[in-house]
Structures are given as C-alpha cells and as structure tokens.
C-alpha cells in the first residue's frame, strides 16, 4: 500500500501519478488509506474502502454567533489556565471562555484588544467575516483524534463562503495538541474579498485582552494565504513563540465535502467512499480523495488472485485446511454479498452459505455425503441488480 499527497494537480498531473503511483511503491503517505490488501480466489467480489481521519463532528452555527461549550478531550493550557471545554466563533476563531458579548462581531481587531465586543482567550486562524450558513452548510467540523497523551482537538472551516464574497470559500484548521499545550493553525485558502477592505487577523489573546501575540504582516491588515502554517508554543504563563511551520491539514473528514475517485491501470472506474470489485487476476486499485475542493492525496491497494481453487478434499483428512472445501476471501468483512451454492450430480442443493469463511464439510442434513464430483458456483448481486458469478467442480474424497 502506497501514497502521497499534492495540491491541486491537473489531469495530467493526475495521470502520470497514478503511473509512478504503480512504479515506485516506496512512495508513502500516512493520512489516507486504501484499506488493506486482499487474497482471494477468481470471481469473489471485494469492497474497497479509503479513509481518511476520522469524520469531523459538523457545527451548525448562526451569522456572527458563538457556539459551545464542546468538549476539548483532554485537559489543555491556555495563558497559564487548565481548561477542558471550547467554544467557536462563526467568523474563524476558537476560545478558552463563553464570549457572549462577541456575537455579532465580524471586523477584524488588532491584537491583543480589550474592547468588550471583540472575543477573548482566544485563538484566530483567521478571524475574518464568514458567512457558514449559506447553502452547504455544515461548513465548521471538529473532532479530538489520536490517543492519550499524544491527542490533537482540530476546529475546521471547509470551504466556508466569505460574507459578501460567496465565490470565495476558506479553508483552514486549528489544533490544539494534549501535553505540549503547542496551538497550531494551518490554513489551505483564504482568498481576497474587497468586504471589509479583506482586512483578517491571525494571532491569540488572553483573558481580558491585555495579552496578545499576532502573526506579523496579519494582525488585522488585507491579506490572502494559500497552504500556509503557523505554531503558538507556549514560553511560560503569559508568553507565547510564534513561528512558521510545514503546512499539512490533520485528517480530519469533514463531512460530504471529500471527493473520492477509484482507478485501475489509470482508467477511472468508480466514486465514493467504498467500491465493489471482482477481479480475475491480481489488481492493484488507486483511491484519488480531494479534501474541501484543495488538498489531494493518493493510496494504493493491492487484491491478490489466488487461482487455484481446491478442486479436491477431505474431511477425514489429517491436515486441517483440506478437510472443508473453502472459497478464499479474506479479511470477510471486505466481502459483499457473498453466496455459494453446492449441488450434486443431480442437480441438487446439498450446502449453501452467505458467509465466505464457512466452509463445506462433505454433509448434508448431517448426514455424510458419498464421494463423488460435485458442482459448484459462487454469485453476488449488485445494487444495480448485476450478478457476478464463478463456477466450477469438486471432488469430495473418503
């Protein structure tokens, strides 16, 4: 299995990728996935599904509102102060504290600012005035990933419309870390929008305003920024290091804004999430995912045709994997809609089974079967009512 990521690449780009793609594959990427390879034997459908992060919690927020409190996961430092919840102002900001008096705020402020309406304890990546909820809307997601003590808490905007602006759409996200307190914010797109003279903030505040650290050249001065980065890591209660860091969004899913595309051999064979495929010989798929109409990552997944079915066994036999006749196709949950049929010389049904790890122990009603050839033939049917199938004999041996 392999990956790799890019920005915003063209089709052509795009397709000679996917050739390098199944040339070099020590290529790796860790934040989406194709699933895990497969083996299995000609003719046994197989469901491939990607993932990437896990699926981000969607805010429906008002115009100029604040929403919360929401739960951070774990406990974190802000100023000098433990907290454990956080709320999420509509124009691209997270703070430590309620904030009532900051709804209906939507010009960008210097920092630090004490003034009543403007939030604080606070973290703006970047405010500026936005517009999440116009048609589309779940545009803010969140969601606490990884594991304890390592846990990361993402706020992100998904391509959210500026107000007066809605063509133009920000993406961005801000994290903050479990242990080192560190708070970072990466942002994908913030286009210009001659509202409000495109005038954004980036930085933080403490409690009451007095206390801020900007990101220079962006305290509340017209700006746009495409895969950009910065980190606020903190230097003791009341002082924070601000600095440029690699810009990579964590893998958060944000919904149904993710575009998911499947290709074999660089020919595109399917959208969404999960596809079903059956193949006949040994084929390596690549899974495409678009995230929020920018970043694009790559993976590769590999099902391996085994075409030797058994064509003889023995349930008395000694060794254990000849004494049941078995389809292989395994992990099973990556199965759909299995079904194999046995039938004997007769044309009659002697085992049946929608289970692809359920093999035939040579009975049927309990009874022993004689030795002798008997038919059989797996199928599954498709949503769109296509039945894919594979046939063929066993010898069933005393």
């Given at each position: 299995?392999?990956?790799?990521?890019?920005?915003?690449?063209?089709?052509?780009?795009?397709?000679?990728?996917?050739?390098?793609?199944?040339?070099?594959?020590?290529?790796?990427?860790?934040?989406?996935?194709?699933?895990?390879?497969?083996?299995?034997?000609?003719?046994?459908?197989?469901?491939?599904?990607?993932?990437?992060?896990?699926?981000?919690?969607?805010?429906?927020?008002?115009?100029?509102?604040?929403?919360?409190?929401?739960?951070?996961?774990?406990?974190?430092?802000?100023?000098?102060?433990?907290?454990?919840?956080?709320?999420?102002?509509?124009?691209?900001?997270?703070?430590?504290?309620?904030?009532?008096?900051?709804?209906?705020?939507?010009?960008?402020?210097?920092?630090?600012?004490?003034?009543?309406?403007?939030?604080?304890?606070?973290?703006?990546?970047?405010?500026?005035?936005?517009?999440?909820?116009?048609?589309?809307?779940?545009?803010?997601?969140?969601?606490?990933?990884?594991?304890?003590?390592?846990?990361?808490?993402?706020?992100?905007?998904?391509?959210?419309?500026?107000?007066?602006?809605?063509?133009?759409?920000?993406?961005?996200?801000?994290?903050?870390?479990?242990?080192?307190?560190?708070?970072?914010?990466?942002?994908?797109?913030?286009?210009?929008?001659?509202?409000?003279?495109?005038?954004?903030?980036?930085?933080?505040?403490?409690?009451?305003?007095?206390?801020?650290?900007?990101?220079?050249?962006?305290?509340?001065?017209?700006?746009?920024?495409?895969?950009?980065?910065?980190?606020?890591?903190?230097?003791?209660?009341?002082?924070?290091?601000?600095?440029?860091?690699?810009?990579?969004?964590?893998p958060l899913t944000p919904g149904d804004k993710i575009v998911y595309k499947w290709?074999?051999?660089?020919?595109?064979?399917?959208?969404?999430?999960?596809?079903?495929?059956?193949?006949?010989?040994?084929?390596?798929?690549?899974?495409?995912?678009?995230?929020?109409?920018?970043?694009?990552?790559y993976d590769t997944v590999t099902v391996f045709v085994h075409p030797n079915i058994?064509?003889?066994?023995?349930?008395?036999?000694?060794?254990?994997?000849?004494?049941?006749?078995?389809?292989?196709?395994?992990?099973?949950?990556?199965?759909?809609?299995?079904?194999?049929?046995?039938?004997?010389?007769?044309?009659?049904?002697?085992?049946?089974?929608?289970?692809?790890?359920?093999?035939?122990?040579?009975?049927?009603?309990?009874?022993?079967?004689?030795?002798?050839?008997?038919?059989?033939?797996?199928?599954?049917?498709?949503?769109?009512?296509?039945?894919?199938?594979?046939?063929?004999?066993?010898?069933?041996?005393?």
């Amino acid at each position: 299995m392999v990956l790799i990521y890019c920005s915003r690449l063209d089709e052509m780009k795009k397709l000679r990728l996917i050739v390098l793609l199944l040339l070099f594959p020590l290529w790796s990427f860790s934040q989406l996935s194709a699933g895990v390879d497969d083996t299995i034997n000609p003719g046994v459908p197989v469901t491939l599904t990607a993932t990437y992060g896990m699926l981000g919690i969607g805010i429906n927020i008002t115009d100029d509102g604040v929403q919360g409190p929401l739960p951070i996961g774990f406990e974190f430092t802000f100023f000098g102060y433990k907290y454990t919840q956080f709320y999420v102002g509509a124009n691209g900001w997270v703070s430590l504290s309620p904030n009532p008096n900051a709804i209906g705020t939507r010009k960008a402020f210097s920092v630090p600012s004490n003034a009543d309406y403007n939030p604080k304890n606070c973290i703006l990546g970047p405010f500026v005035d936005l517009n999440p909820i116009s048609a589309g809307s779940p545009y803010i997601f969140y969601q606490t990933i990884g594991k304890e003590p390592n846990r990361s808490l993402i706020v992100m905007w998904c391509e959210c419309p500026l107000y007066n602006c809605m063509d133009s759409v920000a993406t961005f996200q801000i994290i903050l870390n479990e242990g080192s307190n560190m708070i970072e914010n990466h942002i994908m797109r913030k286009p210009e929008c001659s509202w409000l003279g495109n005038k954004a903030t980036l930085g933080i505040q403490n409690r009451d305003g007095t206390i801020g650290f900007p990101v220079q050249g962006y305290n509340a001065t017209a700006w746009s920024a495409k895969d950009t980065a910065w980190k606020y890591l903190p230097d003791g209660p009341d002082r924070y290091l601000v600095d440029t860091i690699r810009y990579q969004l964590k893998p958060l899913t944000p919904g149904d804004k993710i575009v998911y595309k499947w290709y074999q051999a660089g020919t595109e064979i399917g959208e969404g999430q999960s596809i079903n495929v059956t193949p006949n010989e040994t084929t390596t798929y690549v899974v495409y995912a678009r995230i929020c109409a920018g970043d694009e990552f790559y993976d590769t997944v590999t099902v391996f045709v085994h075409p030797n079915i058994p064509n003889a066994f023995n349930p008395g036999s000694a060794i254990g994997k000849n004494k049941k006749f078995k389809i292989l196709g395994v992990p099973p949950e990556n199965i759909t809609l299995f079904n194999m049929q046995i039938f004997d010389r007769w044309g009659q049904i002697v085992y049946e089974t929608t289970d692809v790890t359920e093999g035939w122990d040579g009975t049927f009603k309990g009874k022993p079967c004689p030795s002798e050839v008997y038919n059989w033939v797996i199928f599954y049917e498709t949503s769109k009512k296509t039945r894919i199938s594979n046939k063929g004999q066993v010898t069933l041996i005393r």
